[in-house]
Each structure stands twice: as structure tokens, then as C-alpha cells.
T-cell receptor, first 113, second 110 residues
Framework: EAGVTQFPSHSVIEKGQTVTLRCDPI?????LYWYRRVMGKEIKFLLH????????ESGMPNNRFLAERTGGTYSTLKVQPAELEDSGVYFC???????????FGQGTRLTVV | GENVEQHPSTLSVQEGDSAVIKCTYS??????FPWYKQELGKRPQLIID?????GEKKDQRIAVTLNKTAKHFSLHITETQPEDSAVYFC?????????FGAGTRLAVHP
């Protein structure tokens, strides 16, 4: 069974540019989460989808971040325009049910220069 | 607010010694507490979890304890080996999402 996959694995962009991260969850997992880890800090919650619906986006830093999950399958996280403080590793995770084991992707390391 | 505190941030032990990592959470309604291990360059992977209806769970050299009254939970690794070296994250459920601690970098020296 394929795990959670994320693309790209690394992205280096200039301040002001746009970047779109993609996450393919494990097939059949309704719950999809986005997290971000800034160097040395916690894995910080960004938002949670159940199928195509946003259940909780309380962790989204600001309106430069837009997440979608059209059709309830893969999800994208777009940052526009990117700022220096957006640098970090963006993790996607999925689970069958909320409050149970979440399976993580390998992460996308975003560097904004 | 939603908060998980994790200590220590770094931990260095000799091979064969025990390692203990401690976390506290803020919401008494939290009922699921997983621990993830992230090796260098790899994704975080679940190593053990505990639910609020039990106080302790063991899996070979790894154990987790939960004190609901104090809102504390801990990871215990016995007979540490070099391959245990990694960053360990605790997490607590808040509703149907997980809130993570800041991680503990464990180094096991041969």
C-alpha cells in the first residue's frame, strides 16, 4: 500500500513568488492534515480536511496560504506571495478517523530566499 | 489554548542506558497520545500511542505512561541503541486533530 506522498520534496523560491505543494493521502483516508515545522520548533498544525471540507483551519498563518482538496482526494497548499518566514518543512498526514494514527508524508522543505 | 510542552529538547545517553522524554498537555478532554520518531531525512513515524483509558503501555523496549490528573505523559526507552538516535515528538489530540510538542533530539552514543 502506498503511503502519504508529497511533492516536491524540496523547493527554493524567491520572496514574492508563488509555490504550490501537493499531498496525496493514503487511499481511503478521509482525514488530511497539513502541518509545518520551522527549524527546531514544534510540528505546528495548519489545517484539517475531512474529505473535501475544511474542518479546522485555525492554524493557517494568514491569507497568503490557501489549501484545497477538490474531490476529497489529493490536496494542495499554495503560498502566494511567499515571505521569508514561510520557510520550513511542510508535512501532510492522513488518517482513517480523527483522533487516531496519522500517517505522515516525507515533507516538503520550502526555502524562501 | 491548545498546547503541548515537551522536555528535554535534547538528550544524550550512553548505549544501554534508559531515556525518558516528558510531555504535558493543556486540554483535559484530550484522549489520544501518540509518539512519533523522525530519523534524519525521513518522515515522522508512529512508534507507540496510548489512550486516556489506560495508564501505561509497553512495546518491547518502549513504554509510555499517562497521568491524566496531572496531564502528563512520558516516553521511556530502555537499553538504548545507536539506532534509537532520532527526534521524538509527542502529541495530544484536541478534538480530531493532533497538537505536537517541539521534539526531543535523542543521541545514543556507543
Amino acid at each position: 500500500e502506498a503511503g502519504v506522498t508529497q511533492f516536491p520534496s524540496h523547493s527554493v523560491i524567491e520572496k514574492g513568488q508563488t509555490v504550490t505543494l501537493r499531498c496525496d493521502p493514503i487511499s481511503g483516508h478521509d482525514n488530511l492534515y497539513w502541518y509545518r515545522r520551522v527549524m527546531g520548533k514544534e510540528i505546528k498544525f495548519l489545517l484539517h480536511f475531512v474529505k473535501e471540507s475544511k474542518q479546522d483551519e485555525s492554524g493557517m498563518p494568514n491569507n497568503r496560504f490557501l489549501a484545497e482538496r477538490t474531490g476529497g482526494t489529493y490536496s494542495t497548499l499554495k503560498v502566494q506571495p511567499a515571505e521569508l518566514e514561510d520557510s520550513g518543512v511542510y508535512f501532510c498526514a492522513s488518517s482513517q478517523k480523527g483522533g487516531t494514527e496519522a500517517f505522515f508524508g516525507q515533507g516538503t522543505r520550502l526555502t524562501v530566499v | 489554548g491548545e498546547n503541548v510542552e515537551q522536555h528535554p529538547s535534547t538528550l544524550s545517553v550512553q548505549e544501554g542506558d534508559s531515556a525518558v522524554i516528558k510531555c504535558t498537555y493543556s486540554d483535559s478532554a484530550s484522549n489520544y497520545f501518540p509518539w512519533y520518531k523522525q530519523e534524519l531525512g525521513k518522515r515522522p513515524q508512529l512508534i507507540i500511542d496510548i489512550r486516556s483509558n489506560v495508564g501505561e503501555k509497553k512495546d518491547q523496549r518502549i513504554a509510555v505512561t499517562l497521568n491524566k490528573t496531572a496531564k502528563h505523559f512520558s516516553l521511556h526507552i530502555t537499553e538504548t541503541q545507536p539506532e534509537d538516535s532520532a527526534v521524538y515528538f509527542c502529541a495530544a489530540s484536541y478534538g480530531i486533530k493532533l497538537i505536537f510538542g517541539a521534539g526531543t533530539r535523542l543521541a545514543v552514543h556507543p
